[in-house]
């Protein structure tokens, strides 16, 4: 199973950016799936979560900014951020929690992609 996140760049402040993420590999099921960041320095943190029925989770930073969203039907996750900070200048990784059959499934951490926000 591999996880290839896209999406990234630099945005102005203020300016929006998507990121998705899709998973690939021999997939029975995709449970909860997740976006990271860390920016330098600093260890690295939940943005936003999803679960496979569509209940969605944001660190309080991000609240009101970003959405999370997925489509089942594609394995994939998404990330629309709004709003942009200098702040959330992190590279940002997508993990998901993989079952590739019934009785076995672990989690799985897509590359990351590198956002900045910056004038």
């Known amino acids: 199973v591999q996880l290839q996140a896209s999406g990234g760049g630099l945005v102005q402040p203020g300016g929006s950016l998507g990121l998705s993420c899709v998973a690939s590999?021999?997939?029975?099921?995709?449970?909860?799936m997740r976006w990271y960041r860390q920016a330098p320095g600093k260890q690295r943190e939940s943005v936003a979560s999803?679960?496979?029925?569509?209940?969605?989770d944001y660190a309080d930073l991000v609240k009101g900014r970003f959405t999370i969203s997925r489509d089942n039907a594609k394995n994939t996750v998404y990330l629309q951020m709004n709003s942009l900070k200098p702040e959330d200048t992190a590279v940002y990784y997508c993990?998901?929690?993989?079952?590739?059959?019934?009785?076995?499934?672990?989690?799985?951490w897509g590359q990351g992609t590198q956002v900045t926000v910056s004038s």
């Open positions: 999803i679960t496979s029925g569509g209940m969605t």
């Open positions: 590999g021999s997939i029975f099921r995709i449970n909860i």
């Open positions: 993990n998901a929690y993989v079952q590739t059959s019934v009785m076995y499934g672990r989690e799985y």
